[in-house]
């Protein structure tokens, strides 16, 4: 029994889903703006409270024409289902939209940012924890009735104007509101402040919602994989690059990089000694039937043995900090052209890293005298800041950055070559016997990164999992389960996750 | 000077008879304050009403034109003790808070109030902060008005009803000697809508003719006996005049056909959710014509029996949809039409969750329950419902829901409290996690990721009182936080006069941020700027030490990490007793910047010399590890990929929205974290001195770069 004396007349609704500080306020201000302006009845509700600082947090809009005099009857929040435009000034506030049941096949506009603002919990973990923005995608292509996806923090910034102006232009260019585009415009005229940036960025996103409907959202996690170069531009260097080409082809890639970072980080010789090692781990590699498992291991010990030859010591940081190339990079950032530019380097150095430094013989038995190692500790550790951009601090690091020259005679060198090959030594021990356990193995080395305790803890996390190489020698998962130890690894600061992993294992 | 300026506003305030305000609920209801004569104003700020306060104090001169008195109360109690001005004189007064939160802490003085009864109209605008954005317990404010017999208005969330009551409010308070409470949600107090304006009414009776002319009737102070008449005369004389007023002046409204079998009886601010719940059921247009009988309670205390008995008999059932719980008005409902001996059925909490907001799929599915129960047939063919479920089930958006991460609030870009909470973190490494009573205030915060810091929290202020039951011998001392805010509340006496008085051997952290600054920036005693209104600048030391308090440090710069530490690793392990107290002060920094930034801004465009700062990680030394960002957690230091075949796991990097506060540099050197960090600082309209100097020293510098890069094969490692 329909009775046909109800109008079925509807709001039009719109949510905004934005995080505190990204001026979803002004948006919505603007939305209401302009259906007022056009006759009819607008109401914006917000919850901002405390969600103001910097968290997720959704504004809510309807808008209808008035009847015969009567003002409409507008909902204070979003009904999942029943919702016409849902605006996502971020990528996985897009992915929230979504969980709440605001995007819906059969009417709904999505319109979304595709950059991202990481949360803590992304942020925080010790190695890749970043949300995966393909899944946004997949359930955007369902969930949506059509999708408007560009980065518009990205259009913000060049024309120097807030996120709101493009997504406002989007809105408007989606012809979702059954306004012109000059009713928009005015909205934004009133505004006082940046109105010209505002409008500019307006067109921007105008643009991009008429012209391009369906865009494949730039989002994308996987890294470009990069072909090998022909020449590198110098004999000798080409010298070493058909060494590299002679490689499996699956570490290739690695590879140049692992020798250019040799050869970087220390001399052509270095860089030689690297390849040098390689080519020995890829013949045993190839005894052991690498070509069927596509030399993974190689491919792993490309990548891994270079960051264990580079390590990070001091000798490397100061000639770092210091290069040419550098100084033009934050130049260049901070807009600087012939503005006078300071650098200040937050260092902090501890007994360690002096003695680090010594020739191998008296590092070595100063390291072995704990009152010593007191006493330098004493003397040395404490907060320094560099000015690497003046003279003097330039000096000092460049001092620091020479002693590269005798850096494989130093406490250090001999210390990481030790740990180095006593690492390799249990890989290919390994290799005969368990193929995959000992491209493991290598990949444990991704755990040891950071300075000082967190070098430590990095230490610690390696030795913890490399101490199940034992249990897992026999079973053909081997690998699988050291790729499992390891990610557990990185999952917290202390470790917690990597002894329940490590608990599993003992248990298989 | 709070987080916005209401200049603008402001002018709205002013407009006239026939005018038409269009803006946010809160300040429409402002504008009904002074329409309706109001001789005075105070308050707590805090959301969702902190915009009441905000626009008021930026409309001082206009307060003085018009002759109203307006202030920031020290509390909530403060502010319902001032009510009490219109306890013996013919004065409008309203005061307005958050609540329950501030309610509670306004309970005494609204007791009191509430049993001596009240000459002139004495108003309470209450933000109800319940649901969805909320920052406090979830409880009704139904409760106090029920207690103390304070009348409590619950208006439609629409400009024109929201003004309207809230001038009637004033009226039923005079008519009934009782103090109104006008409840408005979240949503209410920040929808945008419009209403005809009238004319501001300068007060009848002054503040000033009231000191002049005193009045004292020892029958409305609260002592026996005149507290047992006041018990008596609330229930025989001030309730029925209530209720003749609520009646007479058609408070509550009816919608909807006067003949059917069922009716809703709602709360007035469930109005709107109720009549789109309606229309999806194919019940209703858009435009509120409803074919369900509505009796809408814009008054939910004390109900009108004659307007119930009416909108009930004749139906078979009714259902009361009433936010929150206990389900007060339905319970009330029953014992009304049991007592009558009339046989409507009351539905309620039946077919709608007994706690929780009313959220528009609650609305639909519990109306849907009723009217499925008990008038099928007007359901008809039943239109579909709005339904998410299809979408929500897909392997997609289920998949989606282990993606998507959660995003609390959290301490702002370059948050001046973000460095206490790292020497926290970092005096927990070296002495082990210690028991931390939180307070409330943006410092709550360290809660969650990445700090973790905090037990309990007990109330504003209360953060140290909370932690007073430790006070015995142990090898680790309580630690307890307090925000400015908090401590001039109350946390002065409850808080640190507490522990001095009790010998309290904790330690107890004031952060002082020159603000109230959770609740948008307010000034409060201990703020540094000056206030032309307002005496700031009194130290919050002076205040701890002239109560007694012996052991007090005073850090005026909290990015100091290292001096946080040390001073925080001290207080907990010196051997001298009594409460060991740090006060940490620094500038808000969202305030600091909306002051700062548009002078910088100018001086530069003047062409004077401007230091612009920001800080960097150095992706080539930064290896990935995220320790900074554990001790950090600020919006500006994120992660980033870089194209390094070498490396698996995101850098951290530094946006351009960095303010340079200073924290990633000292964590990064307290921790002894890495040498990532740097500091980059271009002097713009340099002097030519300066120029000069700069010159000369990147030209030997680019020299020795040149020579120390000759031979070498460098490499650019990353290309991101």
């Known amino acids: 029994m329909f009775d046909a004396s109800i109008s079925r007349d509807k709001p039009l609704s719109i949510a905004i889903l934005a995080m505190g500080g990204q001026g979803g306020g002004v948006l919505s201000d603007w939305i209401v703006a302009v259906a007022e302006a056009n006759g009819w009845h607008a109401q914006s509700t917000s919850v901002p409270g405390v969600a103001q600082r910097t968290g997720a947090t959704i504004y809510y809009i309807e808008m209808l024409p008035p009847k015969d005099g009567h003002a409409p009857v507008l909902a204070l929040m979003p009904t999942p289902g029943d919702v016409d435009v849902v605006i996502a000034a971020e990528l996985m506030e897009a992915g929230r939209s979504i969980l709440r049941g605001l995007v819906t096949p059969d009417r709904t506009l999505l319109i979304t940012s595709t950059h991202r603002a990481y949360a803590v919990a992304e942020k925080e973990k010790p190695g890749e924890a970043i949300a995966d923005p393909q899944a946004v995608n997949a359930a955007a292509g369902i969930a949506a009735r059509r999708v408007i996806a560009f980065d518009k923090d990205e259009v913000a910034r060049e024309e120097g104007t807030v996120i709101s102006a493009p997504m406002f232009g989007a809105l408007a260019g989606s012809g979702a509101l059954p306004f012109d585009r000059a009713s928009f415009e005015a909205v934004i005229s009133t505004g006082g402040r940046g109105v010209k940036a505002s409008l500019k960025g307006f067109a921007q996103g105008y643009a991009r919602a008429t012209s391009n409907e369906l865009p494949q959202a730039r989002i994308t996690k996987a890294k470009p994989v990069q072909g090998i170069p022909g020449s590198l531009g110098s004999d000798e260097l080409d010298r070493r690059l058909i060494r590299v080409r002679a490689l499996p082809e699956a570490a290739q890639v690695a590879a140049l990089a692992g020798v250019k970072r040799a050869i970087d980080y220390q001399d052509l010789a270095y860089g030689d000694e690297y390849l040098a090692r390689l080519e020995a781990l890829k013949a045993l590699d190839e005894t052991h039937g690498g070509a069927a498992h596509g030399f993974a291991f190689t491919a792993a010990a490309a990548k891994h043995v270079a960051n264990a030859m580079a390590y990070d010591d001091v000798i490397g940081v100061a000639d770092l900090k210091i290069r040419s190339a550098r100084f033009a990079r934050i130049g260049a950032e901070m807009k600087a052209g012939g503005d006078p530019l300071l650098l200040t380097e937050f260092v902090h150095p501890r007994g360690e890293e002096v003695v680090s430094l010594l020739p191998a013989r008296w590092g070595r038995k100063v390291s072995a005298n704990p009152k010593l190692m007191a006493r330098i500790d004493w003397l040395v550790n404490r907060d320094r800041r560099i000015e690497t951009a003046t003279l003097w601090g330039f000096l000092q690091f460049n001092a620091l950055a020479g002693l590269r020259r005798w850096r494989r005679k130093l406490q250090r060198h001999a210390v990481e070559t030790r740990h180095m090959e006593s690492w390799l030594t249990l890989a290919t021990r390994t290799l005969p016997e368990n193929y995959d356990l000992a491209r493991g193995i290598i990949a444990t080395r991704r755990l040891i990164k950071g300075y000082s305790d967190t070098h430590a803890r990095g230490l610690s996390k390696f030795d913890r999992v490399l101490s199940a190489t034992p249990l897992l020698l026999r079973r053909a998962d081997g690998g699988a389960w050291m790729d499992r130890l390891i990610s557990a690894a990185l999952k917290d600061e202390n470790g917690d996750a990597l002894d329940g992993a490590l608990n599993t294992v003992r248990q298989l | ?720």
């Open chain 2, 1 to 720: 000077m709070a987080e916005r300026s209401f200049a603008r506003e402001v002018e709205d305030l002013r407009l006239g008879d026939g005018q038409e305000f269009r803006g946010e609920g809160i300040l429409a209801i402002t504008k009904a304050l002074l329409q309706s004569g109001v001789s005075y104003v105070g308050g707590y700020q805090g959301s969702p009403i902190s915009h009441l306060m905000d626009v008021l104090a930026d409309a001082s001169d206009y307060m003085a034109e018009l002759g109203v008195h307006f202030e920031s109360s020290a509390s909530e109690a403060t502010a319902a003790a001032m009510l009490s001005a219109s306890v013996m004189y013919p004065i409008r007064g309203a005061v307005t808070w958050k609540s329950t939160a501030g309610t509670n802490v306004a309970s005494d003085a609204l007791s009191n109030l509430a049993s001596g009864g009240v000459n002139g109209g004495a108003v309470i605008i209450i933000g109800e902060d319940y649901g969805e954005g909320s920052s406090i317990m979830q409880e009704r404010s139904h409760a106090y008005a029920m207690k103390s017999q304070i009348w409590l208005m619950d208006p439609r969330p629409d400009l024109p009803t929201m003004v309207n009551m809230v001038e009637k409010a004033f009226e039923l308070s005079e008519a009934s000697n009782t103090p109104v409470m006008v409840e408005v949600r979240i949503r209410g107090c920040h929808v945008h809508g419009r209403f005809k304006t009238k004319d501001n009414k300068k007060p009848s009776y002054t503040l000033r003719e009231a000191l002049e002319n005193p009045v004292r009737d020892v029958n409305r102070i609260v002592l026996p006996p005149a507290s047992f008449t006041h018990e008596k005369h609330k229930v025989e004389k001030r309730w029925p005049a209530a209720v003749n007023f609520i009646r007479d002046h058609r408070l509550n409204e009816l919608f909807g056909p006067d003949e059917a079998d069922v009716g809703i009886i709602l709360q007035g601010g469930m109005y709107n959710g109720v009549i789109r719940a309606l229309q999806q059921l194919g019940l209703s247009d858009a435009y509120g014509n409803t074919r369900v009988p509505l009796y809408v309670l814009n008054v939910t205390y004390p109900l009108v029996d004659e307007e119930v008995v009416s909108f009930c008999s004749g139906k078979s059932a009714i259902v009361v949809v009433e936010e929150g719980q206990p389900e007060f008005i339905e319970q009330a409902l029953n014992t009304l039409l049991r007592r009558r001996d009339i046989n409507t059925r009351i539905s309620g909490k039946d077919v709608f969750p007994m706690a929780g907001e009313y959220t528009a799929t609650v609305m639909q599915k519990g109306l849907l329950g009723f009217l499925e129960r008990h008038a099928p047939r007007l359901l008809g063919n039943r239109p579909p419902l709005p339904d998410p479920s299809p979408v929500l089930n897909s392997w997609q958006v289920q998949a989606l829901a282990n993606v998507v991460p959660p995003r609390p609030p959290g301490f702002c870009t370059g948050c001046p409290e973000r460095p206490i909470f790292a020497a926290m973190k970092l005096v927990e490494q070296e002495l082990g996690q210690h028991h931390v009573s939180a307070d409330i205030g943006c410092h709550l915060f360290s809660i969650l990721p990445p700090f973790n810091i905090g037990a309990t929290t007990m109330g504003y202020g209360l953060g140290p009182a909370a932690a007073s039951a430790f006070n015995v011998k142990s090898d680790k001392r309580v630690i307890s936080v307090m925000g400015d805010g908090g401590f001039w509340h109350n946390g002065l006496s409850s808080s640190v006069g507490n522990a001095v008085f009790n010998k309290h051997d904790g330690v107890m952290l004031i952060v002082d941020n020159y603000y109230s600054s959770a609740t948008g920036g307010q000034d409060i005693l201990s703020s540094r700027a000056e206030n032309k209104k307002r005496a700031t600048n009194n130290s919050i030391v002076d205040a701890v030490k002239g109560v007694g308090a012996k052991w007090v440090r005073q850090i005026d710069h909290t990015y100091d990490v290292a001096k946080m530490r040390d001073t925080l690793r001290e207080a907990l392990t010196t051997e001298e007793q009594g409460p060991k107290i740090i006060v940490a002060s620094s500038e808000c920094m969202l305030n600091k910047q909306r002051r700062v930034k548009p002078l910088i801004d100018k001086a530069e465009n003047a062409g004077e010399p401007v230091l612009r700062q920001r800080f960097g990680v150095d992706e080539d030394i930064c290896t990935g590890d995220h320790a900074c960002i554990r001790l950090s957690g600020c919006p500006s230091l994120s992660v980033k990929h870089v194209d390094d075949p070498l490396r698996d796991d995101p850098v951290a990097a530094i946006d351009n929205t960095c303010v340079a506060c200073g924290n990633c540099g000292e964590v990064a050197e307290a921790a002894i974290l890495c040498p990532s960090f740097y500091r980059a600082d271009v002097l713009r309209n340099a002097s030519r001195w300066e120029r000069f100097k700069a010159k000369l020293r990147t030209s030997v510098i680019s020299f020795l770069q040149r020579r120390r890069e000759k031979g070498r094969h460098l490499f650019a490692r990353v290309s991101a």
